[in-house]
Protein backbone atom coordinates (compact mmCIF):
# COMPACT_ATOMS: atom_id res chain seq x y z
CA UNK A 1 0.00 0.00 0.00
CA UNK A 2 1.13 3.59 -0.09
CA UNK A 3 3.43 5.14 1.80
CA UNK A 4 2.96 8.13 4.16
CA UNK A 5 5.77 10.05 6.04
CA UNK A 6 5.72 13.06 7.99
CA UNK A 7 8.18 14.92 9.05
CA UNK A 8 9.48 16.59 10.97
CA UNK A 9 8.36 14.06 14.01
CA UNK A 10 8.91 16.70 16.53
CA UNK A 11 8.72 20.45 16.23
CA UNK A 12 8.88 23.03 19.32
CA UNK A 13 8.30 26.35 18.51
CA UNK A 14 8.26 29.86 20.41
CA UNK A 15 4.86 32.00 20.18
CA UNK A 16 4.53 33.75 16.92
CA UNK A 17 7.17 31.84 14.69
CA UNK A 18 6.01 30.44 11.47
CA UNK A 19 6.77 26.77 10.75
CA UNK A 20 5.94 24.11 7.54
CA UNK A 21 5.18 20.64 8.45
CA UNK A 22 5.64 18.10 5.12
CA UNK A 23 3.86 15.01 4.17
CA UNK A 24 5.62 12.95 1.77
CA UNK A 25 3.47 9.87 -0.23
CA UNK A 26 5.14 7.40 -2.18
CA UNK A 27 2.28 6.87 -5.03
CA UNK A 28 -0.15 9.52 -6.44
CA UNK A 29 -3.00 10.23 -4.12
CA UNK A 30 -6.92 10.49 -5.35
CA UNK A 31 -7.60 12.46 -1.72
CA UNK A 32 -5.63 13.98 0.87
CA UNK A 33 -6.35 15.18 4.30
CA UNK A 34 -4.49 16.98 7.12
CA UNK A 35 -5.55 16.84 10.87
CA UNK A 36 -4.92 18.48 14.03
CA UNK A 37 -5.30 16.24 17.16
CA UNK A 38 -5.13 18.75 20.25
CA UNK A 39 -4.05 17.86 23.42
CA UNK A 40 -7.49 16.44 24.61
CA UNK A 41 -7.10 14.00 21.58
CA UNK A 42 -9.51 15.47 19.51
CA UNK A 43 -9.24 15.41 16.01
CA UNK A 44 -10.33 18.11 13.96
CA UNK A 45 -9.99 18.33 9.96
CA UNK A 46 -7.92 21.15 8.69
CA UNK A 47 -7.60 20.66 4.81
CA UNK A 48 -9.02 18.26 2.22
CA UNK A 49 -6.18 18.82 -0.40
CA UNK A 50 -5.62 16.39 -3.00
CA UNK A 51 -3.77 19.26 -5.20
CA UNK A 52 -3.47 23.17 -5.10
CA UNK A 53 -3.87 25.39 -2.88
CA UNK A 54 -6.16 26.31 0.35
CA UNK A 55 -5.83 28.74 3.30
CA UNK A 56 -7.84 28.93 6.30
CA UNK A 57 -6.76 32.20 8.53
CA UNK A 58 -3.33 31.34 9.80
CA UNK A 59 -3.47 27.80 7.87
CA UNK A 60 -2.74 27.33 4.40
CA UNK A 61 -1.91 24.14 3.05
CA UNK A 62 -0.26 22.80 -0.70
CA UNK A 63 -0.19 19.76 -2.31
CA UNK A 64 2.18 18.94 -5.63
CA UNK A 65 0.24 15.86 -6.27
CA UNK A 66 2.76 15.28 -9.42
CA UNK A 67 5.82 15.57 -6.72
CA UNK A 68 4.15 13.64 -4.07
CA UNK A 69 4.72 15.76 -1.17
CA UNK A 70 1.79 18.24 0.39
CA UNK A 71 3.03 20.94 3.14
CA UNK A 72 1.58 22.60 5.82
CA UNK A 73 2.13 26.37 6.87
CA UNK A 74 1.38 27.28 10.18
CA UNK A 75 1.82 31.41 10.28
CA UNK A 76 2.69 33.01 13.94
CA UNK A 77 1.57 30.25 16.37
CA UNK A 78 -0.05 30.19 19.20
CA UNK A 79 0.07 27.76 22.41
CA UNK A 80 -3.33 26.51 20.72
CA UNK A 81 -1.49 25.03 18.04
CA UNK A 82 -0.18 22.62 19.98
CA UNK A 83 -0.97 19.08 19.09
CA UNK A 84 -0.06 16.34 16.33
CA UNK A 85 -0.58 17.49 12.94
CA UNK A 86 -1.59 14.02 10.69
CA UNK A 87 -1.74 14.03 7.05
CA UNK A 88 -3.50 11.40 5.32
CA UNK A 89 -3.91 9.55 2.12
CA UNK A 90 -7.13 8.56 1.21
CA UNK A 91 -5.93 5.95 -1.54
CA UNK A 92 -6.34 3.31 1.01
CA UNK A 93 -6.34 5.54 4.18
CA UNK A 94 -3.11 5.44 5.25
CA UNK A 95 -2.24 8.03 7.97
CA UNK A 96 1.37 9.23 8.38
CA UNK A 97 3.13 9.10 12.12
CA UNK A 98 2.31 13.10 12.98
CA UNK A 99 4.13 15.41 13.73
CA UNK A 100 4.19 16.50 17.40
CA UNK A 101 3.98 20.39 17.59
CA UNK A 102 4.82 22.36 20.57
CA UNK A 103 4.15 26.29 21.05
CA UNK A 104 5.36 27.51 23.43
CA UNK A 105 4.83 30.87 25.04
CA UNK B 1 -16.36 17.52 14.17
CA UNK B 2 -19.37 18.31 15.79
CA UNK B 3 -21.82 16.29 15.03
CA UNK B 4 -20.31 12.55 15.01
CA UNK B 5 -21.16 11.20 17.97
CA UNK B 6 -19.05 8.35 19.74
CA UNK B 7 -20.12 6.81 23.36
CA UNK B 8 -18.55 5.64 25.88
CA UNK B 9 -16.13 8.97 25.50
CA UNK B 10 -14.14 6.38 28.26
CA UNK B 11 -14.40 2.74 28.43
CA UNK B 12 -12.19 0.55 31.32
CA UNK B 13 -12.67 -3.12 31.25
CA UNK B 14 -11.12 -6.25 32.84
CA UNK B 15 -9.40 -8.76 30.25
CA UNK B 16 -11.46 -11.03 29.03
CA UNK B 17 -14.55 -8.83 29.23
CA UNK B 18 -16.30 -7.18 26.10
CA UNK B 19 -16.42 -4.03 25.12
CA UNK B 20 -19.01 -2.17 22.95
CA UNK B 21 -18.08 1.44 21.12
CA UNK B 22 -20.79 3.32 19.52
CA UNK B 23 -20.47 5.91 16.78
CA UNK B 24 -23.85 8.40 15.31
CA UNK B 25 -22.58 9.35 12.14
CA UNK B 26 -23.26 13.29 11.25
CA UNK B 27 -26.84 13.21 10.47
CA UNK B 28 -26.87 12.14 6.36
CA UNK B 29 -24.03 10.30 6.62
CA UNK B 30 -24.87 7.14 5.53
CA UNK B 31 -20.20 5.80 5.63
CA UNK B 32 -18.93 5.00 8.85
CA UNK B 33 -14.82 4.38 8.88
CA UNK B 34 -13.50 3.07 12.72
CA UNK B 35 -9.65 4.09 13.18
CA UNK B 36 -7.97 3.04 16.51
CA UNK B 37 -4.56 5.27 17.67
CA UNK B 38 -2.24 3.21 20.29
CA UNK B 39 -0.58 4.93 22.86
CA UNK B 40 2.55 7.29 21.35
CA UNK B 41 1.41 6.32 17.74
CA UNK B 42 -0.77 7.17 14.77
CA UNK B 43 -4.16 6.37 13.10
CA UNK B 44 -4.84 3.04 11.88
CA UNK B 45 -7.56 2.47 10.05
CA UNK B 46 -9.98 -0.60 10.90
CA UNK B 47 -13.28 -0.97 8.81
CA UNK B 48 -15.51 0.43 6.78
CA UNK B 49 -19.17 -0.01 6.75
CA UNK B 50 -22.14 1.50 5.00
CA UNK B 51 -25.69 0.97 6.11
CA UNK B 52 -25.90 -3.02 6.56
CA UNK B 53 -23.02 -3.78 5.02
CA UNK B 54 -19.05 -3.80 5.81
CA UNK B 55 -17.07 -2.78 2.86
CA UNK B 56 -13.69 -2.85 4.07
CA UNK B 57 -12.16 -4.86 6.78
CA UNK B 58 -8.96 -5.17 6.03
CA UNK B 59 -7.78 -3.87 9.15
CA UNK B 60 -9.64 -5.18 11.24
CA UNK B 61 -7.87 -7.90 13.65
CA UNK B 62 -9.17 -11.22 12.52
CA UNK B 63 -10.05 -12.59 15.81
CA UNK B 64 -12.11 -10.81 18.41
CA UNK B 65 -13.05 -7.45 17.02
CA UNK B 66 -16.28 -7.29 14.77
CA UNK B 67 -18.30 -3.92 13.62
CA UNK B 68 -21.69 -3.40 12.25
CA UNK B 69 -23.61 -0.29 10.97
CA UNK B 70 -27.37 -1.63 10.92
CA UNK B 71 -29.95 0.42 8.82
CA UNK B 72 -31.53 2.00 12.48
CA UNK B 73 -29.35 3.21 15.50
CA UNK B 74 -25.60 3.61 15.46
CA UNK B 75 -22.09 2.16 14.10
CA UNK B 76 -21.20 -0.64 16.85
CA UNK B 77 -17.59 -1.98 17.35
CA UNK B 78 -17.48 -4.62 19.38
CA UNK B 79 -14.30 -6.08 20.95
CA UNK B 80 -14.48 -9.72 22.79
CA UNK B 81 -12.72 -11.16 25.36
CA UNK B 82 -10.04 -7.67 25.49
CA UNK B 83 -6.76 -8.14 26.37
CA UNK B 84 -4.32 -5.07 27.55
CA UNK B 85 -3.07 -4.67 24.18
CA UNK B 86 -6.29 -3.53 23.15
CA UNK B 87 -6.21 -0.24 25.08
CA UNK B 88 -5.89 2.52 22.94
CA UNK B 89 -8.25 5.39 21.09
CA UNK B 90 -10.42 4.37 18.68
CA UNK B 91 -12.19 6.94 16.89
CA UNK B 92 -15.06 6.83 14.14
CA UNK B 93 -15.26 9.00 11.33
CA UNK B 94 -18.48 9.76 9.08
CA UNK B 95 -18.98 10.24 4.95
CA UNK B 96 -21.50 10.96 3.13
CA UNK B 97 -21.04 10.10 -0.26
CA UNK B 98 -18.24 7.10 0.16
CA UNK B 99 -15.03 6.82 0.02
CA UNK B 100 -14.18 7.58 -3.70
CA UNK B 101 -16.25 10.93 -3.32
CA UNK B 102 -13.10 12.62 -2.44
CA UNK B 103 -15.86 14.15 0.40
CA UNK B 104 -13.98 15.03 3.43
CA UNK B 105 -14.71 12.61 6.69
CA UNK B 106 -15.77 14.12 9.98
CA UNK B 107 -14.05 12.32 13.04
CA UNK B 108 -15.51 12.15 16.28
CA UNK B 109 -13.93 12.61 19.45
CA UNK B 110 -13.09 8.77 20.59
CA UNK B 111 -13.83 6.45 22.95
CA UNK B 112 -10.67 5.81 25.38
CA UNK B 113 -10.46 2.31 25.85
CA UNK B 114 -8.40 1.11 29.04
CA UNK B 115 -7.90 -2.91 29.90
CA UNK B 116 -7.00 -3.55 32.99
Known amino acids: GIQVEQSPPDLILQEGANSTLRCNFS?????LQWFHQNPWGQLINLFY???GTKQNGRLSATTVATERYSLLYISSSQTTDSGVYFCAAYNDMRFGAGTRLTVKP | NAGVMQNPRHLVRRRGQEARLRCSPM?????VYWYRQLPEEGLKFMVY????????ESGMPKERFSAEFPKEGPSILRIQQVVRGDSAAYFC??????????????FGPGTRLLVL
Open chain 1, 49 to 51: IPS
Open chain 2, 27 to 31: KGHSH
Open chain 2, 93 to 106: ASQGTGFFSGETQY
Open chain 1, 27 to 31: DSVNN
Open chain 2, 49 to 56: LQKENIID
